[in-house]
């Protein structure tokens, strides 16, 4: 028991820890509906086009969050904008916008003096992750979460039935603007522990093994978080213990556990869709 505990002796553990369950969380109760919606590539653009807006967010000394928000919304903008005006279909759109602005987000990185290593935010530093920081996860964390529960009889019927969700009143742009807003505070929560490149999987993986263990979406919120909070548990204990990058390992105990419930769900798995055709014709 020593031995399992022995790395949470430690106050910069405890810290990433608690940073990396937040943003685990978060990105999981969202992650939900992103697959539901089939938007897992807009998360994907949203969470590497924040890179510029928090960095020039940096420069003026502004909270990170509110550049992270402005260029997500941006990203969105200029997508929805290449899309309208050409003959550009949106996936390719998408790739155009999210690697055009990560890339000026790299050059940004590249040649802003900083007296903190903004390189950070393209990998991530859980180990890193001081109180000051923690209390700005905690607090952009509760505030996304809060709004996705508030919201999450209309973000589910979006989800299922944007065409009904309209009969009845609820503006499918407005649960659009708002998951997309969402989805750029939840990017911020997520980068500053595993990095832009890593945060997509924290925004998709939960929801996908999830999405694989139940088709009730009251489960699907139950079951990613919990998922997610103990990938990140196990995650950050195996960084220690193997001496490898914690952000990485974080995303790839998500990757493990969303493989074998793929290859192993008893009648959802891979292995019991092979099993089918051989128990018919034996």
Not at 223 to 246: C, N
Request: aromatic share 6%; hydrophobic share 65%.
């Amino acid at each position: 028991m020593d031995l399992i505990l022995e790395p949470f002796t430690y106050e910069f553990m405890l810290r990433a820890l608690a940073a990396t369950t937040i943003a685990a969380v978060v990105c999981a109760v969202l992650s939900c509906w992103l697959v539901l919606i089939g938007w897992s590539l807009m998360g994907d653009a949203v969470a590497h086009a924040v890179l510029p807006g928090v960095v020039l967010a940096y420069l003026v000394g502004a909270p990170f969050a509110i550049g992270a928000l402005v260029f997500g919304l941006l990203a969105v903008l200029l997508i929805g904008i290449v899309r309208d005006t050409s003959n550009v279909k949106e996936d390719a759109a998408i790739g155009i916008v999210f690697t055009s602005l990560f890339a000026l987000g790299i050059v940004l990185v590249s040649v802003t003096p900083s007296l903190v290593d903004l390189g950070h935010i393209v990998f991530g530093n859980i180990l890193g992750v001081g109180p000051a920081d923690l209390v700005q996860i905690a607090i952009i964390g509760a505030v996304a979460l809060a709004l996705l529960v508030l919201k999450r009889r209309d973000l589910t019927l979006f989800a299922f039935d944007a065409a009904h969700a309209h009969s009845i009143g609820i503006s499918p742009r407005r649960l659009s603007a708002l998951l997309l807003g969402l989805l750029a505070l939840t990017a911020v929560v997520g980068l500053q522990i595993v990095g832009v490149v890593l945060v997509v999987a924290l925004l998709i993986i939960p929801g996908a093994t999830a999405r694989l263990l139940t088709d009730r979406i009251q489960r699907m919120l139950v079951i990613a978080p919990l998922l997610a909070a103990a990938s990140s548990l196990v995650g950050v204990a195996a960084s220690y213990y193997l001496d490898i990058a914690s952000g990485g390992a974080v995303v790839l105990v998500n990757a493990l556990v969303f493989a074998a419930v793929y290859l192993l769900h008893p009648t959802r798995g891979l292995a019991a869709r092979i099993r089918r055709p051989l128990a018919s014709a034996a």
